[in-house]
């Protein structure tokens, strides 16, 4: 593995996450975003996670000055491409917008670039021929808050070749993930294939008025051990994104369940902006819900 300087496409939440956290590890990187205004945006999300590197990993003034002097902005994809070693794509999870994305970047990164997508939802055999270089393609799937949760999910498809897949696990290790390989094609990828049903069993049982968010999450931490329940993850996750799964599932599957989730979902929480741990307000206040209290677990 080789791999000196890489792209990142895509400056949202999770594509400045990825970006810095590359940097943070000594690699050269380029963020890609759409124009100068989202940029900037990156900028102050990066600027921000300067603070929380130092609070939750101790890294020094020095260290994230250093990991942010490491990352250059384009709006020009070409230019933001011309050496990629690796390529991260971390952009919106719609299909015919990653599908352009591929086909124009197939025409300009160079020959030795490999092209990774973050997907959470979508397949790399999905994309694989719009990237013009199926063999140079996989999955490598971040979890938010990387720095702290540090998984790299990574995902081949049919077309991947091996030497590709095992200098993809090589990275993801360099740049401090624990990295969990993934054999075969897994909508959801292991960790939302196990976390899904978890959240969705959580919010049923909410819709069903069988108890209210703090006692399933008691439940979840008690007797597993557990440093969050289902609802303070969905507060992480943020309801909105909550939301739009449901109303999705409710779409796909006709389930009136899922259809009367989605209208709790925007009636009791978004519509009165408690987004989640984002906004301050979720399924619990912060910056101090009562899950962290140390007696919220006790008989």
């Known amino acids: 593995m080789d791999y000196k300087n890489i792209t990142v496409a895509g400056s949202g939440v999770l594509g400045s996450q990825i970006a810095f956290q590359i940097a943070f590890k000594g690699f050269n990187v380029n963020v890609y975003d759409i124009n100068d205004e989202v940029l900037d945006r990156a900028k102050e ?11 939750d990993l101790g890294a020094t003034q020095e260290e994230v000055d250093a990991a942010y002097k490491r990352i250059s902005f384009f709006s020009d994809l070409a230019e933001a491409t011309a050496d990629a070693d690796l390529i991260i794509e971390a952009i919106p999870e719609v299909v015919q917008i990653k599908s352009n994305f591929y086909k124009e970047l197939a025409k300009i990164a160079p020959e030795k670039t490999i092209f990774a997508s973050n997907s959470s939802t979508l397949l790399p ?13 996989l999955n490598l799937h971040f979890a938010n808050e990387i720095w702290k949760n540090n998984t790299a999910e990574i995902m081949k498809h049919p077309g991947t070749d091996d030497k590709v897949f095992e ?20 909508p959801g ?29 008691k439940t979840w931490m008690v007797a597993t051990g557990a440093p969050m329940g289902p609802f303070a993850i ?6 909105t ?26 009636t009791e929480y978004i519509d009165k902006g408690k987004l989640g741990r984002g906004t301050g307000e979720g399924f619990y206040k912060y910056p101090n819900p009562p899950f962290m209290n140390p007696d919220f677990i006790k008989a």
Request: proline share 5%.
């Open 45 to 55: 999300r990066m600027t921000k996670l300067k603070q929380r590197y130092q609070e």
């Open 125 to 137: 055999s999905q994309f694989a021929e719009a990237t013009g270089r199926p063999q140079k393609f």
């Open 167 to 186: 200098e993809v696990i090589a990275f993801a290790k360099a740049i401090g993930m624990v990295a969990l390989p993934l054999q075969k094609e897994q």
């Open 189 to 217: 990828y292991i960790l939302n294939s196990l976390l899904v049903p978890l959240l969705d069993a959580a919010q049923m049982l909410l819709l069903k008025e069988v108890a209210d968010p703090e006692t399933i999450d």
């Open 234 to 239: 969905l507060d992480v996750v943020g309801i």
């Open 241 to 266: 994104t909550a939301y739009n799964i449901t109303l999705a599932k409710a779409e796909a599957t006709g389930d009136p369940d899922y259809k009367k989730l989605a209208d709790l979902l925007k």
